[in-house]
C-alpha cells in the first residue's frame, strides 16, 4: 500500500465508533478490506453488534498468532476534546482521535503488514493467523469466546499491538478483580450490641490486605504482586448498623505468584475472619486475567526487538525502542489460559501514555514504522 493509503486505513477505523460495542461494523470494513487482496476473514458475530474476526494465513501444526482490539473505551466529556473523537484530525505527525493509540493504530498495521506480505508473496513457510477481539477493554467477552473455541490452542507464539511507543513489552501482569460481601444484623445504632456491623468484619479484612501479599516470591520480571482496595460501599442510614457492606479489589498476579495462589490467600483470610468474628464474609471473583512472559534472550524477543530499532531507526526524536515490562494486562491473558508459557510479545505504535485520555493521539511515523516492524517479525518468526 501506498502512504496515504495505510494512514487513510487508520483514520477510516479511527472514524467507527467502537466504544465498549459495535465490533461488528470494524469487523466488516476489515473483511472488506481483506477481501479486495482476495484473503477470506471470518466474521464471528455473537449479538448486541459483537463481534470477533479471524483469518489464517499458511497451514502448519504451529501457529504464530497477531491479535489486537477492535473497541475502545468511552470518550469522557467530548466538551475538552480539540476536536470530535471520532473525526480524525492529523496535526503535523499527530493523529488525534479516541482509539488512535488504544488500539486502532495497532490493528491497522497488523492488518496492512499482513496484507503486503500476502500480496507481495513474503509471507513465511508457516501458519499464522491473524485475531481481532471484542471487548477487550471491558470483560475481555471477544478473547474469552475465541479461547474456548480452541483459536489459541496451536498457538507457538503471539504479538499483541497494543501502544508501547515501539518498545518490547516481553511479560505483564495478570489482573483479578474480586468483591467480597459482609453479611451482619441491622439494629438501632443506640443498641449496637444487639446486632451485628457488617462493615467491621469488612475492616478487619482491609486491614490484613495492607501486608497480604508481603511475602510472596519476588518476580524475575514483575517484581511484587500489586494490590488494592478500591471500591467500598455499606450502610444507608447513620443511625442504622448496616446489615450489609462490600468492598472491591484490584491484584496484579505475576508468574511467580499466581492467580491460584493468590485467590487462595484470600480466601484464607476470609475464612480466618470469619471463624472469629460474628459478621460472615463472601468472596466473589469478577475477572481473572493472567501474567504471560517470554524469556528476554529467546529468538522470539531478541528478533522483535531489533525490528523495532531498526524501523525506529530513522523516525526523528523517538527514543531508542528498548525491552520493558508492564502491569496492565492485555488479551493475552486470555489466550495463555490453557498454555501458560505461551511466548508473548506486546509491541505497537505511539503513544501508550495518552491511552484513554482525552485527545488521544498516534504519530503517524510510529504507525507506518510498526508496519515494518511486523513485517519483520512474521517474516522471520519460522526461521
Given at each position: 500500500?501506498?502512504?496515504?493509503?495505510?494512514?487513510?486505513?487508520?483514520?477510516?477505523?479511527?472514524?467507527?465508533?467502537?466504544?465498549?460495542?459495535?465490533?461488528?461494523?470494524?469487523?466488516?470494513?476489515?473483511?472488506?478490506?481483506?477481501?479486495?487482496?482476495?484473503?477470506?476473514?471470518?466474521?464471528?458475530?455473537?449479538?448486541?453488534?459483537?463481534?470477533?474476526?479471524?483469518?489464517?494465513?499458511?497451514?502448519?501444526?504451529?501457529?504464530?498468532?497477531?491479535?489486537?482490539?477492535?473497541?475502545?473505551?468511552?470518550?469522557?466529556?467530548?466538551?475538552?476534546?480539540?476536536?470530535?473523537?471520532?473525526?480524525?484530525?492529523?496535526?503535523?505527525?499527530?493523529?488525534?482521535?479516541?482509539?488512535?493509540?488504544?488500539?486502532?493504530?495497532?490493528?491497522?498495521?497488523?492488518?496492512?503488514?499482513?496484507?503486503?506480505?500476502?500480496?507481495?508473496?513474503?509471507?513465511?513457510?508457516?501458519?499464522?493467523?491473524?485475531?481481532?477481539?471484542?471487548?477487550?477493554?471491558?470483560?475481555?467477552?471477544?478473547?474469552?469466546?475465541?479461547?474456548?473455541?480452541?483459536?489459541?490452542?496451536?498457538?507457538?507464539?503471539?504479538?499483541?499491538?497494543?501502544?508501547?511507543?515501539?518498545?518490547?513489552?516481553?511479560?505483564?501482569?495478570?489482573?483479578?478483580?474480586?468483591?467480597?460481601?459482609?453479611?451482619?444484623?441491622?439494629?438501632?445504632?443506640?443498641?449496637?450490641?444487639?446486632?451485628?456491623?457488617?462493615?467491621?468484619?469488612?475492616?478487619?479484612?482491609?486491614?490484613?490486605e495492607r501486608t497480604l501479599f508481603d511475602d510472596a516470591p519476588l518476580d524475575p520480571?514483575?517484581?511484587?504482586?500489586?494490590?488494592?482496595?478500591?471500591?467500598?460501599?455499606?450502610?444507608?442510614?447513620?443511625?442504622?448498623?448496616?446489615?450489609?457492606?462490600?468492598?472491591?479489589?484490584?491484584?496484579?498476579?505475576?508468574?511467580?505468584?499466581?492467580?491460584?495462589?493468590?485467590?487462595?490467600?484470600?480466601?484464607?483470610?476470609?475464612?480466618?475472619?470469619?471463624?472469629?468474628?460474628?459478621?460472615?464474609?463472601?468472596?466473589?471473583?469478577i475477572h481473572n486475567f493472567r501474567p504471560v512472559a517470554s524469556d528476554p534472550d529467546?529468538?522470539?524477543?531478541?528478533?522483535?526487538?531489533?525490528?523495532?530499532?531498526?524501523?525506529?531507526?530513522?523516525?526523528?526524536?523517538?527514543?531508542?525502542?528498548?525491552?520493558?515490562?508492564?502491569?496492565?494486562?492485555?488479551?493475552?491473558?486470555?489466550?495463555?489460559?490453557?498454555?501458560?508459557?505461551?511466548?508473548?510479545?506486546?509491541?505497537?505504535?505511539?503513544?501508550?501514555?495518552?491511552?484513554?485520555?482525552?485527545?488521544?493521539?498516534?504519530?503517524?511515523?510510529?504507525?507506518?514504522?510498526?508496519?515494518?516492524?511486523?513485517?519483520?517479525?512474521?517474516?522471520?518468526?519460522?526461521?
Open positions: 500500500m501506498e502512504k496515504e493509503e495505510q494512514i487513510q486505513v487508520l483514520k477510516d477505523l479511527i472514524k467507527i465508533n467502537s466504544v465498549n460495542g459495535n465490533e461488528i461494523e470494524v469487523a466488516t470494513y476489515l473483511k472488506k478490506l481483506f477481501a479486495k487482496h482476495g484473503i477470506d476473514a471470518q466474521i464471528d458475530a455473537f449479538g448486541d453488534d459483537r463481534a470477533n474476526l479471524t483469518v489464517d494465513f499458511g497451514t502448519g501444526d504451529q501457529v504464530l498468532g497477531i491479535t489486537g482490539h477492535m473497541d475502545t473505551v468511552a470518550v469522557g466529556d467530548e466538551n475538552k476534546w480539540h476536536t470530535s473523537p471520532f473525526d480524525p484530525y492529523q496535526d503535523g505527525d499527530r493523529l488525534y482521535g479516541r482509539g488512535a493509540a488504544d488500539m486502532k493504530s495497532g490493528l491497522a498495521a497488523e492488518v496492512i503488514a499482513l496484507i503486503e506480505l500476502h500480496d507481495q508473496e513474503q509471507l513465511p513457510a508457516g501458519h499464522v493467523r491473524f485475531i481481532a477481539t471484542a471487548g477487550e477493554e471491558y470483560g475481555t467477552p471477544g478473547a474469552n469466546r475465541l479461547e474456548a473455541a480452541g483459536v489459541a490452542k496451536d498457538l507457538v507464539g503471539l504479538v499483541v499491538g497494543e501502544p508501547t511507543s515501539g518498545n518490547v513489552v516481553y511479560a505483564h501482569s495478570g489482573s483479578l478483580n474480586y468483591r467480597i460481601t459482609s453479611t451482619g444484623k441491622s439494629v438501632h445504632s443506640s443498641q449496637p450490641e444487639n446486632g451485628t456491623n457488617a462493615i467491621d468484619a469488612l475492616v478487619d479484612y482491609c486491614i490484613k520480571y514483575l517484581g511484587k504482586v500489586k494490590h488494592s482496595v478500591t471500591v467500598i460501599n455499606g450502610g444507608d442510614q447513620v443511625n442504622t448498623i448496616p446489615d450489609f457492606a462490600a468492598i472491591k479489589g484490584n491484584i496484579r498476579p505475576t508468574k511467580a505468584f499466581d492467580n491460584d495462589h493468590v485467590i487462595a490467600r484470600i480466601k484464607q483470610t476470609i475464612d480466618e475472619i470469619n471463624a472469629n468474628s460474628d459478621g460472615q464474609l463472601t468472596f466473589e471473583l529467546s529468538h522470539f524477543v531478541k528478533n522483535a526487538l531489533q525490528a523495532t530499532q531498526d524501523a525506529y531507526h530513522d523516525v526523528a526524536n523517538h527514543v531508542r525502542p528498548k525491552l520493558t515490562v508492564i502491569n496492565g494486562a492485555t488479551d493475552a491473558s486470555v489466550f495463555v489460559k490453557h498454555n501458560q508459557d505461551l511466548p508473548v510479545i506486546v509491541l505497537g505504535a505511539d503513544e501508550w501514555n495518552v491511552a484513554h485520555q482525552i485527545n488521544e493521539y498516534t504519530t503517524i511515523s510510529s504507525y507506518l514504522a510498526t508496519v515494518n516492524v511486523y513485517k519483520n517479525i512474521i517474516s522471520h518468526f519460522f526461521e
